[in-house]
């Protein structure tokens, strides 16, 4: 299980601060433990934090009045997420529900803004951030008008190991067919049928509750 300190090491930003600034930023954020279902944040409500998965696995949705949910994205180690919101001052747009019992940072907004205002190298990190999720967003627009459900699965689980999203990710992901479904939005039978192919085209080796990706290139490609 990942720890705070193990998560900001891996943080580019993080590494290049003071030990003096690093400690006020960890006594700036809180730890909270969400339950497997439980909501890390939601649609509507004011945006006071910028937001970090510590160890565990959330994504981002949205989920409408009528009953009808929308799956964006995962967000697993080493994720931060959020600066959007809180960088236009407006309520948030998506919920992040954990798909499992996840460890979540909560960054006060006030040391979000004092690092925004005095390091060069967090304003260089959140350009980065923003550039890389437009590209991820752009992405899954492009993957669900044009791919079937076998390379969308593909993408989707290739996307969860952008070193730049997602820093200290190994080739190894924990994660059950019934969350990658939730993420993708199709059933666990359906998710069992796309892991045999990939499995067979010599992608991923699947263990239980493990994935394990052996040609990641082809994997971002697969589909296309």
């Known amino acids: 299980m990942q720890t705070l300190d193990e998560m900001l090491q891996a943080s ?3 590494r290049r601060l003071s030990v003096d600034e690093l400690a006020c930023v960890k006594n700036d954020i809180t730890l909270q433990t969400v339950p497997a279902g439980g909501y890390v944040c939601m649609k509507g409500e004011a ?9 565990g696995l959330v994504k ?17 180690n080493g994720s931060w997420f959020g600066e959007g919101s809180l960088m236009k001052d407006e309520p948030r747009r998506y919920d992040v529900i954990a798909l499992r019992e996840s460890r979540i940072a909560y960054m006060k907004r006030s040391r979000f803004q004092h690092l925004l205002d005095h390091s060069i190298a967090f ?12 590209g991820q967003f752009i992405g899954i627009l492009e993957h669900e008008r044009l791919l079937d459900t076998d390379a969308r699965l593909a993408r989707c689980l ?12 190994s080739l190894e992901l ?7 479904g ?28 493990t994935l394990t990706i052996l040609d990641l290139n082809r994997l971002r490609s697969f589909g296309a």
């Not at 290739?158 to 990710?169: E, Q, T």
């Open 12 to 14: 580019c930003w993080a």
């Open 47 to 55: 945006v006071e934090h910028w937001l970090g998965v510590v160890d």
């Open 60 to 76: 981002m949705a949205s989920n409408w009045s009528t009953g009808k949910t929308t799956s964006f994205l995962g967000l697993s």
């Open 123 to 134: 304003n260089r990190f959140l350009l980065i951030q923003l550039n890389e999720r437009l």
């Open 158 to 169: 290739a996307s969860m190991f952008n070193p730049l999203l997602y820093p200290g990710s």
């Open 174 to 180: 924990r994660i059950s067919q019934e969350e990658i």
């Open 182 to 209: 939730l993420l993708v939005g199709i059933s666990r039978q359906r998710v069992n049928q796309a892991l045999q192919k990939l499995e067979q085209a010599g992608l991923l080796s699947a263990d239980y509750g």
